[in-house]
């Protein structure tokens, strides 16, 4: 009994080290090579650190990546274990799609242990190299950055792209640059003959809605190309919290190809390039005016279709004179002279702070690169009317989309300024009180009666304040005005308990206003959002 347990112990033992004997044979003798090339591959690859993931949600607070590292099989060469350099490069060539001259360059470096070929190898490039067996030509998996959708929100993702001083690729623009060092996480390193493994980067999640931001990009892109126009951005924010719920421009670009795109095409407009705003300021001015107690909604004054000061004449944009007309009436009607005259009433000192006061010529704080501030200059440095005069109505000054959405939802949410955010582990602050709440309301009324008088952005069953704004392109080479134009339109919905400010602007489109091109554009993507949300009607159907 025992000599049989005893026998059976023994072959247990002895299949255990023939099997073990076995696997020694397969790593080091029949896989030797194999093994070798692997061992030298994860040497070369031993200080790149896993990245983190960026990932847009969902209104049910669900992630989706909107940037992750997947792996994709890299073919990379052993020069050192490769006898005729020439002959392999004249087979691998077509398979590579690399010279066969760069090729027998690579491998003819007798003491290289290791040459990257290709990386992101297609299927068939992989079959083949599997299917040729060469000895000193192997596969590896390897991670990359990928970018699931693409081209959405590209300006804000930004992208990787290896630099000189690091052999992995590095967040550039965007929040892969904003965020590198938390997305990057630590490299490994050698110690002696010990590897310290590499740490993973750690993942952010964004205040994007994927599906608003989604059909943010289809509404845009739909109207740029409708109206011929050469560019154009969207943003939508909840005005309550500050937090960004879309944000997109256009021409964007595919990071997860980005050398096929212009390198202009990188920057985010949206925080990253100003402009003059046009009529959507007059409700800045307007709303400045009422907290000031300087005009009310009824407040009328005489419009004669024109004013000169300081030897320049401001006209209205119909070119018409419109008599004797009210605060409301300049917003509805948008006349250049109305704003101006509200400017008059409110002082040129007190219109500039108040401009201050909502963010105008100052960084807004959000966490991305590069953000400017805008520009004030011509009414902090000159007194002149005229300047003070165009501010009203938004030319002479310089302003960012973002900076004009968070005003628009400053008077949203009843006079508070909020500071934009993006991140979803951030809080939402407040950074001052702007106007009155009384004051909010009363501008808001203002937007709301526009809208109705003009139909175009009004949704059935629903309150809408908005307002369009046509600015005239400066032209920097002969100095005045270029003869095209940027449209825009900033509103938000349900006008008295809004659930989103919406800011969509198109640059020289080949249609004259706004209010045939941004106007039902907003309106569509405004009615996408509130089925959305399923927002409750402010009004019911009428029996």
């Known amino acids: 009994m025992k000599r049989s347990r005893l026998l059976i112990i023994t072959f247990s033992f002895t299949v255990l080290y023939l099997a073990l004997v076995g696997n020694i044979y397969q790593l080091q003798i029949k896989n030797g090579d194999q093994y070798a090339a692997r061992v030298a591959a994860q040497k070369a690859g031993l200080s790149t650190p896993k990245r983190g993931n960026i990932y847009f949600t969902d209104r049910n607070g669900n992630s989706i990546a909107a940037a992750m590292t997947k792996e994709y099989p890299t073919i990379f060469a052993v020069p050192k274990d490769i006898s005729d350099p020439r002959q392999y490069a004249s087979v691998l ?125 289809e509404v845009l892109q739909n109207t740029i190309q409708k109206f011929h126009a050469e560019s154009g951005m969207v943003i939508v924010q909840d005005p309550q919290t500050g937090k960004i719920l879309a944000m997109g421009s256009y021409p964007n670009f595919d990071p997860n190809n980005y050398s096929e795109s212009d390198i202009k095409d990188y920057l985010n407009p949206v ?27 009824e407040t009328t004054y005489f419009d004669s279709g024109s004013l000169t000061l300081d030897g320049k004449t401001i006209k209205n944009w119909d070119l018409k004179a419109h008599g004797k007309i009210t605060m409301t009436e300049v917003i509805e009607q948008s006349i250049n002279t109305g704003a101006a005259y509200a400017e008059k009433l409110i002082g040129p000192d007190l219109f500039y702070n108040y401009l201050v006061k909502f963010g105008f010529g100052q960084k807004t704080g959000i966490t991305l690169p590069g953000e400017l501030g805008g520009n004030l200059e011509n009414l902090k440095k000159s007194f002149r009317e005229i300047n003070f005069a165009t501010a009203a109505f938004g030319q002479g000054v310089s302003v960012t989309p973002l900076q004009m959405i968070n005003a628009f939802s400053t008077i949203a949410n009843g006079g508070n300024l909020m500071r934009p955010y993006i991140l979803q582990s951030e809080e939402p602050m407040v950074v001052r009180k702007v106007i009155s709440e009384e004051a ?60 989103f400010t919406v800011f969509i602007r198109i640059d020289k489109p080949d249609a004259p206003l706004a209010g045939a091109t941004v106007v039902p554009a907003f309106r569509e993507l405004s009615e996408f959002i509130l089925n959305y949300y399923n927002v409750t009607p402010d009004h019911l159907d009428k029996k």
């Open 93 to 217: 060539s077509s398979v590579l799609s690399i010279e066969p001259e760069k090729l027998e360059k690579y491998f003819s470096k007798p003491d290289d242990e290791y040459e990257l070929l290709v990386r992101k190898a297609s299927a068939s490039q992989v079959e083949q190299v599997r299917n040729l067996k060469l000895k000193g030509v192997y596969l590896e998996e390897e991670n990359y950055r990928y970018y699931p959708m693409a081209g959405l929100a590209s300006h804000l993702l930004g992208f990787v792209a290896p630099t000189i001083d690091r052999n992995y690729p590095t967040g550039r623009y965007g929040l892969e640059l904003n965020f590198e060092d938390l997305l990057s996480g630590a490299p490994g390193r050698m110690e002696g003959n010990r590897a310290i493994q590499p740490i993973p980067g750690e993942s952010i999640k964004l205040t994007i809605d994927a599906n608003i931001q989604t059909r943010a990009e």
């Open 271 to 297: 925080v990253q390039a100003v402009y003059e705003p046009g009529s959507v300021m007059k409700v800045v001015t307007m709303a400045s005016g009422l907290d000031a107690k300087k005009l009310t909604p």
């Open 440 to 499: 909010a309301r009363q501008v808001t009324g203002m937007m709301v009666s526009a809208v109705k008088k003009a139909q175009i952005a009004q949704i059935p069953k629903f309150d809408i304040a908005g307002k369009t704004g046509t600015a005239q392109i400066p032209d920097f080479k002969r100095g005045g005005y270029s003869d095209q134009f940027i449209h825009n339109y900033i509103g938000f919905a349900p006008a008295y308990e809004p659930k």
